[in-house]
């Protein structure tokens, strides 16, 4: 039955109009929509009725959300990133209450598509990892198509960005008590932005005469990261590696660590990098890139290792074999190498091009949405595609869940 009468309650979002949209089109169709503000920047992107404000310490935000569901009757959760301190403990009072939870992110797929899932991402995922299953929902499904339809700008995400943190950092005297789930404070962010801006960026000539491995870094505050993956920080991941390719890779072997186009650099991962295969003598080997456009980098790479990043999803679906060191959604046997890491130097092996057919298949047409966060277009096109979906309890659908969670959560 349609969701019509359902209590939808909205958490955390992107700093955009998204969440916004959704509740309005939600309540178009008979629903009540609420939301609690936890910074002032939630505050200003929840333009409409039925939002309030959490002052209170972190530390009484579990008695305070258990109530709030309770005395709510919420049927419905919404948020970005289940694994932010007070997602977790949310979604988990609402887990207890048999509340129907609803994790939006930026998409798997790329440019313009949004992730909807139920209960979460990663090793948080319902989305099936057997390979039988994934071909036999995808067999009837429609080829999706990726022709780009909304066109947002790094300037309009820049100035979004700053819309949300900076009112959520400086008006901090209006919620006095709330925490960022970052690893840094976003003026700290901001100013390694510009520091980064400043310097000049570096890019590697690519090689096809030599065996070339890649690997993208990614953001050290990514929950897919800290959440999903053994690794307690990016340093480890790197450090596992670089000493997996100093040991068993091909003699002429090159690896290229990109770094993530987002990063503002609070840490020096150039000389981190450098110092760490100076002692392994790889050095002449290990090539740095902080610039560059990852798809010719892909394309001349004999396979892609990766933490979970979607750099990952991206080189199977251009049919390069992808090892993966923590938790992703398209770590599947037959889709992802499953050998150890110091064997997948010597012998990558590719993605199954059918199955790989299969999951693009399923994960576009059951968890994705076409839009995208800062676009007005890409919003409001999203906003009314996911209310859709949660109105008519369709997320995950067809053919993407999986009563039991198929993959296990990482050990640090």
Not at 35 to 40: A, E, F, G, S, V
């Amino acid at each position: 039955m349609p969701g019509e009468g359902r209590v939808f309650l909205f958490l955390q979002g992107p700093s955009s109009l998204l969440f916004s949209d959704i509740a309005d089109n939600l309540a178009r169709l008979g629903n009540t929509c609420l939301r609690i503000n936890l910074n002032l920047g939630d505050q200003l992107f929840w333009r409409r009725k039925g939002g309030m404000a959490y002052r209170g310490r972190q530390k009484d935000w579990p008695a305070f959300i258990n109530r709030f569901l309770d005395e709510n009757h919420v049927t419905d959760l919404v948020l970005l990133g289940e694994e932010r301190p007070y997602h977790r403990v949310a979604c988990a009072a609402a887990a207890r209450r048999n509340i129907d939870i609803a994790v939006v992110e930026m998409g798997y797929l790329r440019p313009d598509w949004i992730v909807l899932e139920r209960t979460g991402m990663s090793s948080n995922s319902h989305f099936p990892a057997d390979a039988d299953h994934i071909l036999a929902a995808a067999k009837h499904l429609e080829e999706p198509d990726f022709t780009r339809r909304y066109i947002q700008t790094f300037t309009r995400e820049a100035l979004s960005d700053l819309a949300y943190n900076l009112p959520a950092a400086l008006g901090w005297f209006a919620y006095p008590h709330y925490r960022f789930h970052g690893l840094y404070h976003p003026l700290l962010e901001y100013a390694g932005w510009v520091r980064k801006a400043l310097r000049k960026r570096h890019t590697v000539v690519l090689d096809r005469s030599a065996p070339t491995f890649l690997y993208p870094l990614q953001l050290q505050t990514d929950f897919q990261l800290r959440a999903h993956s053994p690794f307690g920080d990016q340093q480890a991941a790197i450090d596992l590696v670089l000493e997996s390719f100093a040991r068993s890779a091909p003699a002429d072997a090159i690896l290229i660590v990109k770094q993530h186009p987002l990063d503002p650099v609070l840490f020096d991962w150039e000389t981190y990098i450098h110092e760490k295969a100076q002692a392994l003598a790889i050095a002449t080997r290990v090539r740095f890139a902080d610039g560059g456009a990852l798809d010719p980098m892909i394309a001349v790479s004999r396979g892609v290792v990766t933490v979970n990043s979607t750099v990952g999803l991206t080189a199977l679906r251009a049919g390069k074999p992808v090892r993966v060191l923590g938790c992703a959604v398209f770590d599947v046997p037959g889709l992802t190498d499953q050998q150890p890491l110091d064997q997948f130097w010597q012998n990558p092996l590719p993605p199954d091009a059918d199955l790989c057919a299969a999951f693009i298949r399923l994960i576009a047409a059951s968890i994705h949405v076409r839009g995208n966060f800062y676009s007005r277009d890409g919003v409001r096109n999203a906003a009314r595609d996911i209310a859709l979906r949660l109105h008519t309890n369709t997320v995950n659908q067809p053919g993407g869940y999986v009563a039991d969670l198929p993959r296990k959560q990482p050990k640090k």
